[in-house]
């Protein structure tokens, strides 16, 4: 069998007021960001540019990603 090589992309993962660089496939999707994190997707907002990400949405190649942790609670 041919040795397949993946493609590789850098991007910056800023976390709790760390910033970390970080090398992942080109087919990373938010999703399997947080996964892979072990973050589940409906405690966090991931942020690009400003602009609030779905889970289904493609991370690309030198992106900076800003993951927040969703914050609740009071009373009703």
Same mark, same amino acid.
């Given at each position: 069998?041919?040795?397949? @090589?993946?493609?590789?992309?850098?991007?910056?993962?800023?976390?709790?007021?760390?910033?970390?660089?970080?090398? @992942?496939?080109?087919? &990373?999707?938010?999703?399997?960001? &947080?996964?892979?994190?072990?973050?589940?997707?409906?405690?966090?907002?991931?942020?690009? @540019?400003?602009?609030?990400?779905?889970?289904?949405?493609?991370? @690309?190649?030198?992106?900076?990603?800003?993951i927040?942790p969703?914050?609740?609670g009071?009373?009703?």
């Open positions: 069998m041919p040795n397949k @090589k993946v493609k590789m992309m850098t991007i910056t993962i800023i976390y709790r007021r760390t910033e970390t660089q970080i090398e @992942k496939p080109v087919d &990373l999707t938010v999703s399997k960001l &947080l996964n892979q994190m072990n973050l589940l997707p409906e405690a966090n907002l991931v942020i690009r @540019k400003g602009e609030l990400l779905t889970e289904h949405e493609l991370i @690309k190649d030198g992106d900076i990603i800003k927040v969703v914050i609740s009071g009373q009703l």
